[in-house]
């Protein structure tokens, strides 16, 4: 057996220790009783330590070292540059600093779920500077491992080769054109009449209209699973994806469009290459393309005048109200408004949330601000790009999200690049696929099939700017984005 | 650290992977898509390995070696009884023969699935010849280690302790007047009317009911939940016990009755000692003992006058229908009837499946007769115990059970034994506890609190012979099985 082949199979090995973190993971949010919590946390964290144990296993420096000296494919150079990549991020940081930042975020996070509601960010304050500083830490071996700036370094472990001179050139674009382009779309709404859900939408008819709408997304049961949580997500392994959504019975707007999102990220993961399963190869490429699948259905494709008019129909056989209407669900689901909160944003302020966290989260990794800073900085950007206030008002602006409050720097920008690429993909595939017709016949075969051959079964063989140049002819830019935007809400 | 702490801390680190067996396992039977099960299988098998890996480390052995030089308490010192009883169980067997019986038991029970139906035993003798030749290996290997019989030690397996001389004894006894009560219970029901489930009883209507059943019998729904699968099953862990059942929308009976089968098996894992959680002492006894808390539930307390009276009361929240008047339910509960099928049989009938199949794999083990005398000796017993002839008829016969189909011998004998140690713990209780008061009352607190105390909450700490003495007084004996059959069947 080759290196090569050894490291192989080392991660097939890794990848069923995975899977069964994946399952049970699932397990924990979707179905697990509360009393269940103590014992399953134990049992997750000698997972961890086993799988952690498992990629750092000494030997495995000499496979890669003479795995590199061995004849190998294209694709298994591939295969070989994402193995090492795992298992470099796995070797980078002292155990003790992997142990000081889950203490730190732990504490942070839990104390942070009420400190929100009270809108306490002297006592935020004072466990995040550990979670920021532990983080610095982290940022300033990752750079050094990478060469790169600190921030660079935390991008890269989510989005790898993406740096923020390219994200400079591409939000500095944005913020050229978006602030404008927000109010001109809120003017151009005023007028507009819509008729929101004011009535009573039980759980178990939304739950049906979701697995219909799935259905039309041409999700395999066969190998997976809708459920409900708490925080809706994406899950399982790519045999067996578990995809979650929330019903709230007073309306049915975020269940069916989050159902939407969940199956796109979903069709991405059933679409990976069956021959490179349980090896990295195989795996999605980044979370930006990952938010970018979920962000097709969602955005380039669940908010089309033409997607919507399957959902208005499909709503029929379980609903009945001039709110379904599909003139009514076009506006519900385009409606532009100017919030303090990311999670509740529309697809057109949404850019200006990911922008400002960006730009914040970049200066504080690269020591340009100190973590006190981060309140009036906020509040500033805020007023530039949506031109709200957050002074004294902490709960509804730094201390909204729960990312930071783990120390997941370099996170946000993922979701941005997500619409970007998803813009550009659509457009790309419109020069040789009739998406609209597509839609308008309900088979959405073409979509899934362009989908499935220029990202879905790539898994982690390109680079991603190698898989967007394939798959569209051009790396990244905002253009298309810019035009897709200016499309729906200005035309 | 003592040895002995060593080995405490190292069975907690195994049962936090069998934690996750136990989860992706229920997984498995009660939700999983169908196209998920072929990387579930490598991943369960991964994780086998893995433990199995742990059971077998080297050091062990000197471990158990330093821990019994250790001055230990009692409860220690029953602890390392159970510990070293677990790791023994774990280094007996070569390797090589764990998987030709694993392969021979998958081969023989995936043809066995389409050969019961046909009837073939021709084809179905093929296989099994491999898997009694590999069990009969195994046993060989167990009893020069236990210093047994080979099939006693197939027996220690399931009910440590326990002998088939000491079944001999039970058996014998039963078997001096069970066929003559089966004749004389099925004479005084021959004028008694019945009303069969004759109507439609939706799923969700007979979950409300299970799960109302549930709460009197004071399942811990923080620690638990009720699903969904086509074998029903107790699993998960005791800290979040998954229970599960199978709806049958022409009738209620089964689901119903399955019900309080499996929160008896339920409450105790929920009420073992948390004290010794993880460890190998904290575990249920054996099956015997697990058998004897869900009979106890579905026999002694489900199936007596004052309990199907709540039944009949709870079924009025659900269903109208002269079939649920506590009179007829009553009848329904306890018809009796010779039948050829085990899992369908009654009270009255089961214990004479069960000493069959014990009499045949004893004498099969022991090399006293060979797997191809089975179907002739089975036809014999038939027509002694319950008077039916299986000639030529193998799909109804010797070919219905799945358990030997992978070598599961030494399995049967728990299902009788728990029916008497529920009758034998019942006697005792009804000392101290007004048992039919509390049932009548609805409030069942005394009757958990005795099995609490005397059961539940010993886990592995005694013999199951010191475990029975200390709760009732004696060892197993079967008069009193006998008493409670007469009085439920003869009165």
Same mark, same amino acid.
């Given at each position: 057996m080759s290196a090569f082949q050894k490291l192989i199979a080392h991660s097939k090995k890794v990848s069923h220790f995975d899977h069964l973190a994946s399952i049970v993971g699932w397990d924990q949010a979707a179905v697990m009783p509360a009393g269940g919590a103590e014992a399953r946390s134990n049992a997750i964290a000698e997972l961890d330590v086993h799988i952690h144990s498992l990629m750092t296993q000494p030997h495995l420096g000499d496979l890669f070292a003479q795995a590199e000296e061995e004849p190998l494919s294209i694709n298994e150079k591939a295969e070989l540059r994402e193995m090492k990549r795992d298992w470099q991020q796995s070797n980078l940081l002292p155990e003790a600093l992997v142990q000081a930042q889950s203490l730190a975020g732990s504490k942070c996070e839990h104390a942070w779920r009420t400190q929100r509601g009270d809108? =306490?960010?002297?006592?935020?304050?004072? @466990?995040?500077?550990?979670?920021?500083?532990?983080? +610095?830490?982290?940022?300033?071996? *990752?750079?050094?491992?990478?060469?790169?700036?600190?921030?660079?370094?935390?991008?890269?472990?989510?989005? /790898?080769?993406?740096?923020?001179?390219?994200?400079?050139?591409?939000?500095? $674009? &944005? #913020?050229?054109?978006? /602030?404008?382009?927000?109010?001109?779309?809120?003017? #151009?709404? *005023?007028?507009?009449? +819509?008729?929101? /859900?004011?009535?009573?939408?039980?759980? !178990?008819?939304? #739950?049906?209209?979701?697995?219909?709408?799935?259905?039309?997304?041409?999700?395999?049961?066969?190998?997976?699973?809708?459920?409900?949580? &708490? %925080?809706?997500?994406c899950g399982g392994v790519p045999?067996?994806?578990? +995809?979650?959504?929330?019903?709230?019975? @007073?309306?049915?707007?975020?269940?069916?469009?989050? +159902? &939407?999102?969940?199956?796109?990220?979903?069709?991405? !993961?059933?679409?990976?290459?069956?021959?490179?399963? =349980?090896?990295?190869?195989?795996?999605? *490429?980044?979370?930006?393309?990952?938010?970018?699948?979920?962000?097709?259905?969602?955005?380039?494709?669940? *908010?089309?005048?033409?997607?919507? !008019?399957?959902?208005?129909?499909?709503?029929? @056989? %379980?609903?009945?109200?001039?709110?379904?209407? #599909?003139? @009514?669900?076009?506006?519900?689901?385009?409606?532009?408004?100017?919030?303090?909160?990311?999670?509740?944003? $529309? !697809?057109?302020?949404?850019?200006?949330?990911v922008i400002l966290r960006y730009e914040i989260e970049r200066d504080l990794m690269n020591g340009v601000i100190q973590h006190t800073d981060v309140p009036e900085l906020w509040n500033e950007k805020m007023k530039t790009y949506l031109g709200l206030s957050t002074e004294g008002n902490y709960k509804n602006g730094c201390m909204q999200d729960i990312h930071w409050t783990d120390g997941s720097f370099g996170y946000f920008p993922s979701y941005t690049l997500g619409a970007m690429y998803a813009a550009q993909f659509m457009a790309a595939m419109k020069k040789t696929v009739d998406v609209d017709a597509a839609i308008f016949s309900g088979d959405l075969t073409p979509i899934f099939t362009w989908l499935g051959d220029n990202i879905w079964s790539k898994g982690s063989l390109l680079s991603t700017d190698d898989l967007v140049s394939q798959a569209t002819g051009d790396v990244l830019n905002a253009e298309h984005f810019k035009t897709h935007l200016e499309n729906r809400y200005l035309r």
């Amino acid at each position: 057996m080759s290196a090569f082949q050894k490291l192989i199979a080392h991660s097939k090995k890794v990848s069923h220790f995975d899977h069964l973190a994946s399952i049970v993971g699932w397990d924990q949010a979707a179905v697990m009783p509360a009393g269940g919590a103590e014992a399953r946390s134990n049992a997750i964290a000698e997972l961890d330590v086993h799988i952690h144990s498992l990629m750092t296993q000494p030997h495995l420096g000499d496979l890669f070292a003479q795995a590199e000296e061995e004849p190998l494919s294209i694709n298994e150079k591939a295969e070989l540059r994402e193995m090492k990549r795992d298992w470099q991020q796995s070797n980078l940081l002292p155990e003790a600093l992997v142990q000081a930042q889950s203490l730190a975020g732990s504490k942070c996070e839990h104390a942070w779920r009420t400190q929100r509601g009270d809108n =306490d960010w002297t006592g935020f304050e004072k @466990n995040w500077a550990e979670v920021v500083k532990l983080s +610095i830490e982290e940022a300033q071996i *990752r750079a050094e491992a990478n060469g790169t700036t600190p921030y660079d370094a935390m991008l890269d472990i989510y989005e /790898p080769g993406t740096t923020s001179a390219s994200l400079d050139t591409l939000f500095a $674009d &944005v #913020k050229t054109w978006l /602030p404008s382009m927000i109010d001109e779309a809120i003017e #151009k709404q *005023r007028s507009s009449n +819509i008729l929101l /859900p004011n009535s009573h939408y039980p759980t !178990e008819k939304q #739950k049906a209209l979701g697995l219909e709408v799935m259905q039309l997304l041409q999700f395999d049961f066969d190998h997976g699973r809708l459920d409900e949580s &708490v %925080h809706p997500f994406c899950g399982g392994v790519p045999t067996d994806v578990r +995809i979650t959504t929330r019903y709230d019975e @007073n309306e049915f707007v975020q269940s069916l469009m989050g +159902i &939407v999102h969940e199956t796109g990220h979903a069709r991405y !993961e059933q679409g990976l290459p069956k021959s490179l399963a =349980d090896t990295p190869a195989g795996q999605a *490429r980044s979370m930006g393309i990952h938010e970018s699948q979920s962000l097709f259905f969602e955005m380039q494709m669940g *908010r089309s005048q033409a997607f919507i !008019e399957h959902l208005a129909r499909l709503a029929t @056989n %379980h609903f009945d109200g001039p709110e379904f209407a #599909k003139a @009514n669900l076009a506006k519900i689901y385009t409606k532009v408004e100017k919030g303090y909160i990311r999670v509740d944003a $529309d !697809e057109l302020t949404y850019p200006a949330h990911v922008i400002l966290r960006y730009e914040i989260e970049r200066d504080l990794m690269n020591g340009v601000i100190q973590h006190t800073d981060v309140p009036e900085l906020w509040n500033e950007k805020m007023k530039t790009y949506l031109g709200l206030s957050t002074e004294g008002n902490y709960k509804n602006g730094c201390m909204q999200d729960i990312h930071w409050t783990d120390g997941s720097f370099g996170y946000f920008p993922s979701y941005t690049l997500g619409a970007m690429y998803a813009a550009q993909f659509m457009a790309a595939m419109k020069k040789t696929v009739d998406v609209d017709a597509a839609i308008f016949s309900g088979d959405l075969t073409p979509i899934f099939t362009w989908l499935g051959d220029n990202i879905w079964s790539k898994g982690s063989l390109l680079s991603t700017d190698d898989l967007v140049s394939q798959a569209t002819g051009d790396v990244l830019n905002a253009e298309h984005f810019k035009t897709h935007l200016e499309n729906r809400y200005l035309r």
